[in-house]
T-cell receptor, first 112, second 111 residues
Framework: KQEVTQIPAALSVPEGENLVLNCSFT??????LQWFRQDPGKGLTSLLL?????REQTSGRLNASLDKSSGRSTLYIAASQPGDSATYLC???????????FGQGTRLTINP | SAVISQKPSRDICQRGTSLTIQCQVD?????MFWYRQQPGQSLTLIAT?????????ESGFVIDKFPISRPNLTFSTLTVSNMSPEDSSIYLC????????FGPGTRLLVL
């Protein structure tokens, strides 16, 4: 059974810092991994999608890496801003399946 | 991309009643998914809704409690039946087009 873990559960940093969020998964037979952002009381917004054959994806100040063999992914946020404050969730999709398995999320606070 | 809307956005319901949540997508999709996010928890898949066939439920979820309709390729409903306070959650509709797109969610509080 796939299990996804995110560390840390919460993170608070001053504005302008670079930061890394971690995601690990137990079953390396994944199809893809996706990072989402969730604002309080809202739905999820997809940030980055990494296919199992890829090592990283970049979008603006965000960079996500994937090491499938070790079951790890990181989300790097450069030059953090207060508007980045949200909960960040990673989710994996197994090969041949449609179901996403989510981590518990990292609640990020960027202090002005 | 896909734009998904849900109704209602939130509701407060009494124990023992039922609530039907609607999900509308702006394009035709084969599969729609319903997730639940309990307070302080991550998302858990309830069921997969396929047009023209019965929904497929995940372990721990049953059709009597969460009946699903999928009348066409752009619409689905999820009913939360005979509600109890433990059903208080955010219910999210989602579709997969390589990237997963989520609706804004329905925030349900059961008293």
């Amino acid at each position: 059974k796939q299990e996804v873990t995110q560390i840390p559960a919460a993170l608070s940093v001053p504005e302008g810092e670079n930061l890394v969020l971690n995601c690990s998964f137990t079953d390396s037979a994944i199809y893809n991994l996706q990072w989402f952002r969730q604002d309080p009381g809202k739905g999820l917004t997809s940030l980055l999608l990494i296919q199992s054959s890829q090592r990283e994806q970049t979008s603006g100040r965000l960079n996500a890496s994937l090491d499938k063999s070790s079951g790890r992914s990181t989300l790097y946020i450069a030059a953090s801003q207060p508007g980045d404050s949200a909960t960040y969730l990673c989710a994996v999709k197994r090969e041949g399946a449609q179901k996403l398995v989510f981590g518990q999320g990292t609640r990020l606070t960027i202090n002005p | 991309s896909a734009v998904i809307s849900q109704k209602p956005s939130r509701d407060i319901c009494q124990r023992g009643t039922s609530l039907t949540i609607q999900c509308q997508v702006d394009s035709q999709v084969t599969m729609m998914f319903w997730y639940r996010q309990q307070p302080g928890q991550s998302l858990t898949l309830i069921a997969t809704a396929n047009q023209g066939s019965e929904a497929t439920y995940e372990s721990g979820f049953v059709i009597d409690k969460f009946p699903i309709s999928r009348p066409n390729l752009t619409f689905s409903t999820l009913t939360v039946s005979n509600m109890s306070p433990e059903d208080s959650s955010i219910y999210l509709c989602t579709v997969s087009q390589e990237t997963q797109y989520f609706g804004p969610g329905t925030r349900l509080l059961v008293l």
